[in-house]
């Protein structure tokens, strides 16, 4: 059984879903392994490189999905994709079902089955497949760096014969998975570290980061926004307001703001509004990590950098993992090996795709001919 990765198709993608490295865990697991030629280089991994690991390197993607019986991929396929798919053939990538339809059904159509990596259950046992997750930690890091680069100043604060430099404030709005990679990253830094989240279970973390966690004077004491299933809930107008307000509050203070809050299948809340923009010192900068769902700043360009008449730059775009592609190569390539682990329990180079098994259930979402999104809930949390 062969199990290939092609070439990215979506442009400026620089990930790939294979490496080297993942190719010799998944011989290990019986599979004999294939690269489209070029797909790792903007990675940096050269078609050398897989060659000398045991991977037939062939020239087209036509070729690879015609050679694989699994096809490992990073972004959700392309309608030309799915027509290389047939029954016989089990996809692997993300593919955000529930705003894919149409995609879905075709997959369904050519009696293919897929596995979509964003449907992962966010349980305990499946964090090694947890390809959100390994994504989100290099946005969060890297909306930092972003944000160094585009900042005049130093993050750390300094006494030097040139003269005595404070340190950044750094304010993180929304500490899930991105926020807390943001949060690690400026205060390793040397920045001065603020944290916000309508989820208050989130504040011991934040403070042994060594960040400070920024409370509302609010009488339902930041139980409102608080979520089921670990995510968060709308908030309630009052609630939104006392969090504005205390926004307002900083915007003056803070040199650099990385926003990351998200509300599961909704557009990203927008909780930094142009008057705060307007307050912000020139030079400041914005990460909005939320850019591909609306963004949390209302002044962000998805895609874009822009700067404000008052000198604040506004940083807007969406490829954060793309940017950092042999990291975010690496790890996605070991969630995808996870779960090829998963799917071959007798490590004998054979698919077992155990509908039973939660895991492989809630992130099937076609399989024998019929869609099976969405799924069951997990019965093990
Ligand atoms: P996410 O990307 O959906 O949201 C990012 C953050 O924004 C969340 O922390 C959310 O509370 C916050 N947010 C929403 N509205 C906000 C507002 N108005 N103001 C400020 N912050 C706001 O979340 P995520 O990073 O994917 O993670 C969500 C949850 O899932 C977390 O509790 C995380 O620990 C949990 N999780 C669990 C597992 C696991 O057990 N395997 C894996 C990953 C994540």
Known sequence: ?????????????????????????????????????GAGIAAGF?????????????????????????????RPPEESEIGLLSADKTLISFFYPASNEPLMEAAKQKGASVIAMDMVPRISRAQKMDALSSMANIAGYRAVIEAGNNFGRFFTGQVTAAGKVPPAKVLVVGAGVAGLAAIGTSTSLGAITYAFDVRPEVAEQIESMGAEFVYLEFDEEQTDGAATGGYAAPSSPEFREAQ????????????????TALIPNRDAPVLWTKDMVEMMKPGS??????????????????????????????????DFPSRMAAQSSTLYAT??????????????GKVNHNMEDDVIRGATITHEGAITFPPPPPKIQ
């Open 285 to 318: 900068v914005i990460v909005d990590l939320a850019a591909e769902r609306g963004g949390n700043c209302e002044l962000t360009v998805k895609d874009e950098k822009i700067v404000t008449e008052n000198g604040v730059t506004i940083v807007g775009y969406t």
């Open 335 to 348: 969630n995808i090996r996870h779960m090829m682990t998963d799917l071959t329990p007798e490590k004998d």
């Open 244 to 259: 504005l307000a205390k926004f307002r509050e900083l915007a003056p203070e803070v040199d650099i703001v990385i926003t």
């Open 1 to 37: 059984v062969k199990i290939g990765s092609p070439r990215e198709v979506f442009p400026g993608e620089s990930r790939v879903a294979m490496t080297p490295d993942s190719a010799k865990q998944l011989q290990k697991l019986g599979y004999d392994c294939v690269i489209e030629s």
């Open 46 to 74: 050269s078609d050398a490189l897989y060659a000398e690991a045991g991977v037939e390197v062939v020239n087209s993607a036509e070729e690879l999905f015609a050679s694989s019986d699994i096809i490992a991929k990073v």
